[in-house]
């Protein structure tokens, strides 16, 4: 089975700063992995996806990610925060062939102006 | 376009009872997944649905079922209502099964069980 891991439950900011937000994964398997935002009283929108290829993907909004598979990580970052941003994030992982995903417990980020 | 729409938006039940919640697909999608989030956690995966068969079920009891339909609306059923069945309930639409296709979420319809 797969788990993913927000080891950081909020994020204070301030606008403008650089942000990095935290997930690791665990899968014996090869999996896909996601980054998804959620604002309130709304569902989720999908940021951006890893399904192989470059280990840098570039999602909406201007975050992007890296995919470290030695350290079975997926942190998701953005160079300058605005306001907008303030929402709640959730890292999610799947693996091939397998329509089952896994989603972490969530990063609330909090940009202060 | 229409994107996916989740009725009603909240519900109170009491234990014991059961209960119906909808879900309408973004058109052209034919597969639907229900997930379950509690206050405060990420979502569950409950199932997923492609072309009206259960295509993959996450670790929740057989008192949780669902529906999909021709037109590809569908409906999650929980009978004997528990407590922890509290939580807001999340259903998405892909164009096609399998996880790389992108799931279109609808707002989602919160459930207070009492």
């Known amino acids: 089975a797969q788990s993913v891991t927000q080891l950081d439950s909020q994020v204070p900011v301030f606008e403008e700063a650089p942000v990095e937000l935290r997930c690791n994964y665990s899968?014996?398997?090869?999996?896909?992995l996601f980054w998804y935002v959620q604002y309130p009283n709304q569902g989720l929108q999908l940021l951006l996806k890893?399904?192989?290829?470059?280990?840098l993907v570039k999602g909406i909004n201007g975050f992007e990610a890296e995919f470290n598979k030695s350290q079975t990580s997926f942190h998701l970052r953005k160079p300058s925060v605005h306001i907008s941003d303030t929402a709640e994030y959730f890292c999610?992982?799947?693996?091939?062939?397998?329509?089952?995903?896994?989603f972490g417990s969530g990063t609330k980020l909090n940009v202060k102006p | 376009e229409t994107g996916v729409t989740q009725s009603p938006t909240h519900l109170i039940k009491t234990r014991g009872q059961q209960v119906t919640l909808r879900c309408s697909s973004q058109?052209?999608?034919?597969?639907v997944s229900w997930y379950q989030q509690a206050l405060g956690q990420g979502p569950q995966f409950i199932f997923q649905?492609?072309?009206?068969?259960?295509?993959g079920r996450g670790n929740f009891p057989p008192r949780f079922s669902g529906l999909q339909f021709p037109n590809y609306s569908s409906e999650l059923n929980v009978n004997a209502l528990e407590l922890d069945d509290s939580a807001l309930y999340l259903c998405?639409?892909?164009?096609?099964?399998?996880?790389?296709?992108?799931?279109?979420f609808g707002p989602g319809t919160r459930l207070t069980v009492t």
């Open positions: 998405a639409s892909s164009p096609e099964q399998g996880v790389a296709y992108e799931q279109y």
């Open positions: 649905y492609y072309r009206e068969e259960e295509n």
């Open positions: 999610a992982v799947s693996a091939y062939n397998f329509n089952k995903f896994y």
């Open positions: 890893y399904l192989s290829g470059s280990t």
């Open positions: 058109s052209g999608h034919n597969t």
């Open positions: 899968s014996s398997v090869s999996v896909y």
